[in-house]
């Protein structure tokens, strides 16, 4: 017996459109331009990294940084956080330290090049995001000084977010 519970719109899958849509709404103007300047690429690598494909994501963010030149921004951070995310896969699937200390540096270079290039008082979330990304990659690294500024940064960027003080408390109970 069929019935209207069985056509539910909720069973079927989102489409690629529709899940780039949602993950994307919380993007500032400046950086849905830019990324919608970089084209179907980016769209692509943007939709593999949140899939878990971090190693497509960052050849192909790769990429598009190289074709950008100095016109690259949010790129950068969008870079840095697949570079990291890979390394995090390799070192939880045992690859050797060589290598994820590979992914690391590369995650370090284009988050502290998006950090270097994000004008002042421009989009304090995302230089927060950025700063938290450096940190937890300090902490992996067991560099607990630069893990600690690092989240000190992140609170300065964002002063009003409760969440960047207990962040950083999380870390100074631990110390």
Request: hydrophobic share 40%; charged share 30%; net charge negative.
């Amino acid at each position: 017996c069929d019935s209207i519970l069985d056509t539910s719109p909720h069973d079927r899958l989102p489409t690629e459109d529709e899940t780039y849509q949602a993950l994307s709404g919380g993007w500032d103007e400046d950086q849905y331009d830019e990324y919608e300047d970089l084209g179907p690429g980016f769209r692509k690598a943007y939709l593999d990294f949140n899939a878990g494909r971090f190693d497509e994501a960052a050849a192909a963010y790769a990429g598009l940084v190289e074709e950008a030149g100095d016109d690259a921004l949010f790129v950068l951070y969008e870079l840095g956080r697949a570079r990291a995310a890979s390394g995090g896969a390799l070192a939880a699937g045992g690859a050797p330290a060589e290598k994820v200390e590979a992914e690391r540096r590369e995650a370090v270079d284009a988050l502290t090049r998006f950090l270097e290039r994000l004008p002042s008082g421009r989009t304090p979330p995302l230089r927060a995001a950025a700063w938290n990304e450096l940190a937890q990659i300090h902490l992996e690294r067991r560099d607990r000084e630069a893990a600690e500024d690092a989240l000190m940064r992140a609170q300065e960027a964002v002063p009003d977010e409760p969440a960047a003080y207990l962040n950083l408390g999380r870390f100074l109970l631990v110390e």
